[in-house]
């Protein structure tokens, strides 16, 4: 699609750019130009939706290395770190982060999206939140994109991610084999790549361990509401669950403070186990048993591989999963 440009406004209004650029910058009155010009002008530019280039002139001192960086919801403690993770690596690769919220919104992320394009980013990793990649795709024709924790499974799109599969594999395992057979899964969006191989992994987890055993799959948000919501529910049927694997520490929170509020014990009567880490799961009583993403180790190659493509003018093609690993505290009682 192409952009308007500056020399678009000149074409349709007859002003010069000097004048025009004087009003788009808000100094029309500084410069004496009469409010109808300024008018006319800034009426143009709504009209063919200008996008002025933010940091051209910053671009064309090369000294503008700048790489756009978008994530759903920085309240999420493992988003909050990813990101802190590659702006630190950005730095000392000498590029500076423009940070975007999508807060899981498609549309937010369009408009993040836009924004990175009108700065002239020299390259975008994104944690993306909707269905299709066919935006990301058009954009990476021009500018290098890398997606980080979720990715598409039928898209060229580069990512770097965790084996999500086998982490929620392995954790059902741990609970099957300390004898947990009512098991609640509270699940995130069912869009996301991240959900799906989760819950995929203890699907198969129970398939090959335990054929008898009750699995209930519920939720649809990486949040804290839904982990409230899905537990009170839980624990009112019958049977009620012996463990619950929350698959977001938001979703833990959540959990664990309806837990509260029934006066339900952990491990004694409901063991808990979680994916991803934090260091104020040791802090909890009981600490607790989860599966542990390689956050650093995701957001310096994503850095890596976005910084070399830069540089060298590289293709990205890179498909990369990172392995897992449980940190064992004590939230889960073992079932005679």
């Known amino acids: 699609m192409r952009k308007e440009t500056l020399e678009d406004i000149v074409k349709i209004t007859g002003f010069s750019k000097t004048t025009i ?8 009155e500084e410069f004496r130009i009469s ?11 709504r009209d063919i939706n200008y996008r002025p280039n933010l940091i051209a002139q910053t671009l064309r001192k090369k000294s503008g290395n700048t790489i756009g960086l978008a994530v759903p919801h920085l309240s999420n403690p493992f ?21 975007f919220d999508t807060q899981e919104d498609t549309k937010l992320e369009e408009n993040a999206i836009d924004a990175m394009i ?3 980013v020299d390259g975008i990793i994104i944690v993306p939140c909707g269905e299709r990649p066919n935006r990301l ?29 086998d982490g929620a594999f392995n954790a059902m395992k741990m609970l099957l084999s300390s004898g947990h057979r009512e098991i609640l899964c509270i699940s995130g969006p069912t869009v996301s790549v991240t959900t799906q191989e989760r819950v995929k992994g203890c699907r198969t987890a ?7 055993a009750n699995l209930q799959i519920y939720g649809n948000e990486f949040s804290i509401q839904n982990g409230y919501v899905e537990t009170k529910m839980a624990m009112l049927r019958n049977p ?9 520490n938001t979703i833990l929170l959540g959990a664990i403070r309806a837990l509260n509020e029934q006066g339900v014990k952990v491990p004694d009567e409901v063991s808990l186990i979680t994916f991803d880490d934090n260091v104020i799961l040791d802090f909890m009583n009981p600490p607790i048993t989860r599966v542990a993403q390689p956050i650093q180790s995701m957001g310096i190659a994503a850095i890596k591989l976005l910084t070399t493509c830069i540089r060298e003018s590289r293709e990205l093609n890179s498909k ?17």
């Open 320 to 336: 990369m999963l990172m392995t897992p690993s449980i940190i064992v505290r004590d939230s889960i009682k073992i079932q005679l």
């Open 240 to 248: 009620a669950p012996t463990a619950i694997f929350t698959l977001s």
């Open 118 to 120: 009108d700065y002239h």
């Open 206 to 212: 129970i398939e090959q361990f335990s054929p008898q």
């Open 21 to 28: 650029s004087r009003v788009l910058n808000g100094k029309g």
């Open 35 to 45: 409010s109808e010009t300024a008018n006319r002008i800034l009426q143009i530019a």
């Open 137 to 165: 795709e058009e954009v990476s024709k021009s500018i290098p994109v890398i997606l980080v924790d979720r990715y598409f499974k039928n898209s060229f799109l580069p990512y770097v991610s965790t084996n999500n599969y």
């Open 79 to 99: 988003f909050a770190s990813l990101a802190s993770t590659i702006s630190i690596e950005a730095k000392k690769n000498d590029f500076m982060v423009m940070l």
